[in-house]
């Protein structure tokens, strides 16, 4: 009796953990800044950056709840090309034929991330860099964002919304697909 119980126990929980494990969990495919950078010449496609910082407490609590989000990732992957960007990056990057560096100036902050921000730096801002008369335009959005309000957002520039229409009629007739 102990040992059919004992086999039973054992058959219930490699089933459990092989069906757990099976399981396809969908994730964000991000790109470095220098990535992106010849994706976008090679196949232009808006560019989703998250700027970050190694101790922002809510830029972790974005990558968990809101990057996680299978609406989110589909998006992003496939509307975008997302960067994740470390706002206090060391060393030389050079983005778009530009030459920035982390030479102190600016405290901890890269050069590229008060490029993207616009000389506001407050973490996380995720930056959209639309392609538009053939130049890129930066629109910095600070501040974390649940899953459901990062959907708007990511519609919003994604199809291109922003050309035609204001962000409050934008959102006033937004229908998505996280409720």
């Not at 058959?11 to 790109?31: A, G, P, R």
Request: contains cysteine.
């Amino acid at each position: 009796m102990k040992r059919i119980l004992f086999l039973l126990i054992a058959i219930l929980t490699t089933t459990f953990t092989f069906s757990q494990n099976t399981e396809y969990i969908e994730s964000v495919k991000w790109y470095t800044i220098q990535e992106a950078d010849k994706l976008i010449k090679q196949s232009p496609r808006p560019l989703f950056i998250d700027t970050y910082t190694d101790w922002c407490g809510w830029c972790k609590k974005m990558d968990n709840e809101t990057f996680t989000n299978s609406v989110i990732v589909d998006i992003l992957n496939n509307k975008f090309y997302p960067v994740k960007f470390n706002a206090e990056a060391k060393g030389q990057i050079t983005f778009f034929g530009q030459v920035y560096n982390n030479d102190g100036k600016y405290g901890k902050a890269h050069q590229l991330a008060v490029a993207l921000l616009q000389g506001q730096l407050s973490y996380p801002t995720v930056v959209f860099l639309n392609q538009r008369n053939g130049k890129f335009e930066a629109s910095p959005v600070p501040g974390f964002r649940v899953a459901k309000d990062m959907e708007i957002l990511l519609s919003y520039f994604a199809d291109n919304a922003y050309q035609t229409k204001s962000w409050d009629e934008f959102q006033k007739d937004f229908v998505g697909k996280i409720k």
